[in-house]
């Protein structure tokens, strides 16, 4: 089985453009969830979606948007880019993210730099 | 949300037992416990996960005390390969899992 998938691996982009990220889930996967790493910070939960629906949100301000297709792929957003979203964007999926003994499947991450 | 705490950094011996400690005081009775890794340039990976009872797989056993409050993940024989950065989160239903800081595990040969 295929695991999870993140498009694109690296990322350059400069401060005030958009930028969208993708994620494949494991095959059977309905959660996915999104998480970004810095040095500073750790790993920092940013959402997770369920058929299509965000159930969890966290404290990342509204620049940060994501949505799940009906396939359960998942793409991340965004908007007027700061030097500080410089992060490797992870993306994680499980079968139903409402079980708390699911194993949660990370994908490589999205390593975006913003000049 | 739940925390955990965990030792910066920790070093081990090749083919040594390894004990990574965690304090989860603030634990609640539905909260499971899972332990992560994440080697270098590469994102984080399952270990373990528990809810009571101890627990054993072929990458390692995990040590809950009574209480719950702290955990600790056992590598039986480190390998240069298990380097890596390991996490205790604690997980409820309705996935928001918090990652703490973690300790980097460092394996001398």
């Known amino acids: 089985k295929a695991g999870v998938t993140q498009t694109p691996r690296y990322l350059i982009k400069t401060r005030g453009q958009q930028v969208t990220l993708s994620c494949s889930p494991i095959?059977?996967?309905?959660?996915v969830s999104w998480y970004q790493q810095t040095p500073g910070q750790g790993l920092q939960f940013l959402f997770e979606?369920?058929?299509?629906?965000?159930?969890n949100k966290g404290n990342f301000p509204g620049r940060f948007s994501g949505r799940q297709f009906s396939n359960s792929r998942s793409e991340m957003n965004v908007s007027t880019l700061e030097l500080g979203d410089s992060a490797l964007y992870l993306c994680?999926?499980?079968?139903?993210?409402?079980?708390?003994?699911?194993?949660?499947?990370f994908g490589p991450g999205t390593r975006l730099l913003v000049l | 949300d739940a925390k955990t705490t965990q030792p910066n950094s920790m070093e081990s011996n090749e083919e040594e037992p390894v004990h990574l400690p965690c304090n989860h005081s603030?634990?609640?009775?539905?909260?499971?416990i899972h332990w992560y890794r994440q080697l270098p340039s590469q994102g984080p990976e399952y270990v373990i996960h528990?809810?009571?009872s101890n627990v054993n797989n072929r990458m390692a056993s995990l040590a809950i005390a009574e209480d719950r409050k702290s955990s600790t993940l056992i590598l039986h024989r480190a390998t240069l390969r298990d380097a890596a950065v390991y996490y205790c989160?604690?997980?409820?239903?309705?996935?928001?899992?918090?990652f703490g800081a973690g300790t980097r595990l460092f394996v001398k040969a």
């Open positions: 994680a999926s499980s079968l139903s993210g409402q079980r708390s003994w699911e194993t949660q499947y």
């Open positions: 095959s059977g996967h309905r959660s």
């Open positions: 979606y369920f058929s299509e629906t965000q159930r």
């Open positions: 603030t634990i609640s009775g539905t909260d499971y």
């Open positions: 528990g809810l009571t």
């Open positions: 989160t604690l997980v409820s239903g309705g996935f928001k899992t918090i």
